[in-house]
């Protein structure tokens, strides 16, 4: 009865492909996020979607296009990928953003690595 | 421009100990922290947070302080276990709604037995 799960787990692919991701959670949330793990390890925020509606857009490449068909669901595309784009990809859900007070559960991340 | 820094890279502790973590921040608009805990090839686990309008949180062995003035805050775990060994992340949110986290870089946390 995971909470937020990803899938894949892994994801080794080549530069210039398409890939998605897909998240789902079944806490109820209506808040859901895609966050980058860099590197240097750093967890940065992405995007976010309310309700299938969306509410942070960080500076990202158009490459990436969240797709949120219901509020348990919050996949992330990316377009020609490049190598800079290896990382690991965290998904996370809250409840509503009506407070900030919430915190937020995370998948146990994606490793996408670029050929 | 980091807006929320843990300069410790590492930390290791005996098993019974007081395991002190440290995280700074420079927007003093920030209105909410939180910490998680992160094992390899999982997912940060929530594990406590503060608002803003208190000072100090606290939870069975876990324990944060916050220092407004200072923008810093610390998380106290005691007694410290060999469980209790991963990488500690902070975060902050704030102002407004947005749920937008900001982390910092992690702190790795080692109890020894």
């Known amino acids: 009865d995971t909470a937020v799960s990803q899938t894949p787990k892994y994801l080794v692919t080549q530069m210039g492909n398409d890939k998605s991701i897909k998240c789902e959670q079944n806490l109820g949330h209506d808040t859901m996020y895609w966050y980058k793990q860099d590197s240097k390890k750093f967890l940065k925020i992405m995007f976010s979607y309310n309700n299938k509606e969306l509410i942070i857009n960080e500076t990202v490449p158009n490459r990436f296009s969240p797709k949120s068909p219901d509020k348990a669901h919050l996949n992330l595309h990316i377009n020609s990928l490049e190598l800079g784009d290896s990382a690991v990809y965290f998904c996370?859900?809250?409840?509503?953003?009506?407070?900030?007070?919430?915190?937020?559960?995370f998948g146990d991340g994606t490793r996408l690595s670029i050929l | 421009d980091q807006q929320v820094k843990q300069n410790s890279p590492s930390l290791s502790v005996q098993e019974g100990r007081i395991s002190i973590l440290n995280c700074d921040y420079t927007n003093s608009m920030f209105d909410y922290f939180l910490w998680y805990k992160k094992y390899p090839a999982e997912g940060p686990t929530f594990l406590i947070s503060?608002?803003?309008?208190?000072d100090k949180n606290e939870d069975g062995r876990f324990t944060v302080f916050l220092n407004k003035s200072a923008k810093h805050l610390s998380l106290h775990i005691v007694p410290s276990q060999p469980g209790d060994s991963a990488v500690y992340f902070c975060?902050?949110?704030?102002?407004?709604?947005?749920?937008?986290?900001?982390f910092g870089q992690g702190t790795t946390l080692q109890v020894k037995p």
């Open positions: 503060i608002s803003s309008i208190k």
């Open positions: 996370a859900s809250s409840h509503n953003t009506g407070s900030s007070n919430q915190p937020q559960h």
């Open positions: 975060a902050a949110s704030g102002p407004g709604n947005t749920g937008k986290l900001i």
